[in-house]
């Protein structure tokens, strides 16, 4: 390359058509996934303080949004359960009548082409709020993954496009995997939240789901952010027990790791731009301090530079009225 003057960079900033011309990343509706929670009841619009915009839904309420997400032209939503009960086995998860059986039933038959995935863990479901059963104070690994691939099957049976077991347990997609394919459902995807680091930026999450544990935390399941050689080891055993599709989460903050697991892996890498990360740009926002617009689509430009080939995002409502 030769040297300046010769070469000016600022050449090719001047207008906005330069600018489009030689953009290297490009956001396209098509590649997000909007997150929505439903809850039981009739007529139920919760607003949720930390997740501005974000409501928990009862499945009539819940359809009307799914419509107004079709017709935005998102193609895919990510559903997660509010239980009306919880208990140590969190049988509300796999039950074949529980809060996202329901809502997928009811999702299947009016949007026959919307892509519904569905989160698979247990902690919105345990009266502890952990994301597996508790034995002598911790969480028991392999008496999880029976109910973790328990619950994953009754959300193909009742239409999932694909499920995403978000629990952190070791073996859980080998479990899933297997017990879809004894069930019949050997064509239904598993999306693994393979990379899911410890982080405190779930705290909005939280409440939306109504899922904080009610003692102590999920580091002894979830990732030390400190890592990601370990995020490289957790991706290929996912992979070699039958992942279909990767994800890091959070996004932003772990950039890195989802540039890493681009690098190495060949298959789709999905970034969860997290409660958390949205939360401090709208309350940033909402205080004047920043645009959201801007800043929005700035985090979501990254987390799409850094590798990520399909992102989940509270913004994909917004993001489809601004494209
Ligand atoms: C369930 C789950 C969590 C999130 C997605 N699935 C919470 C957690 O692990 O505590 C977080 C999503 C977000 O913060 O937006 N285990």
Redesign the pocket.
């Known amino acids: 390359m030769s040297a300046f003057p010769a070469t000016r960079l600022r050449r090719l900033r001047r207008t906005s058509g330069l600018r489009d011309l030689v953009r290297e990343t490009r956001l396209d509706l098509d590649d997000f996934v909007m997150?929505l929670f439903v809850c039981c009841g009739q007529g139920v619009a919760r607003p949720l303080e930390g997740?501005p915009a974000i409501a928990q839904l009862s499945v009539d309420e819940l359809l009307r949004e799914a419509d107004e997400c079709a017709s935005l032209g998102i193609s895919a939503v990510l559903l997660?359960g509010i239980p009306e009960e919880k208990d140590e086995e969190a049988s509300g998860a796999y039950d074949d009548d529980g809060i996202v059986q329901r809502a997928l039933r009811a999702l299947r038959e009016r949007f026959p082409e919307l892509v519904l995935l569905t989160?698979v863990?247990l902690?919105?479901y345990t009266s502890h709020g952990h994301?597996g059963v508790i034995r002598d104070g911790e969480v028991d690994n392999d008496e999880t993954l029976e109910l973790i691939a328990r619950t994953a099957v009754s959300h193909a049976e009742a239409g999932a496009d694909a499920v995403c077991p978000?629990?952190?347990m070791d073996g859980r997609v080998g479990a899933v995997r297997s017990a879809l394919d004894d069930a019949g459902c050997e064509h239904t995807p598993i999306v693994a939240?393979s990379a899911?680091y410890a982080?405190a930026?779930?705290?909005?999450?939280?409440e939306?789901?109504e899922?904080?544990?009610s003692f102590g935390d999920?580091r002894g399941y979830?990732m030390d952010p400190a890592n990601v050689r370990e995020a490289l080891r957790e991706v290929a055993l996912d992979v070699s027990e039958g992942a279909d599709a990767v994800m890091v989460?959070?996004a932003l903050p772990y950039l890195d790791v989802i540039r890493a697991v681009r690098e190495r892996f060949d298959v789709p890498v999905a970034a969860?731009?997290?409660?958390?990360?949205?939360a401090m740009v709208k309350a940033a926002a909402a205080r004047g301090w920043l645009d959201e617009r801007q800043a929005a689509l700035e985090s979501l430009t990254a987390i799409k530079r850094s590798g990520a080939d399909l992102v989940?995002s509270?913004w994909t409502k917004e993001l489809a009225q601004w494209l």
Do not use: H, T
């Open positions: 997150p997740l997660f989160d863990c902690c919105e994301c978000s629990d952190m939240y899911k982080s930026f779930y705290g909005p999450f939280r939306a789901a899922s904080a544990p999920r979830q989460k959070p969860y731009n997290v409660s958390g990360e949205y989940i509270y």
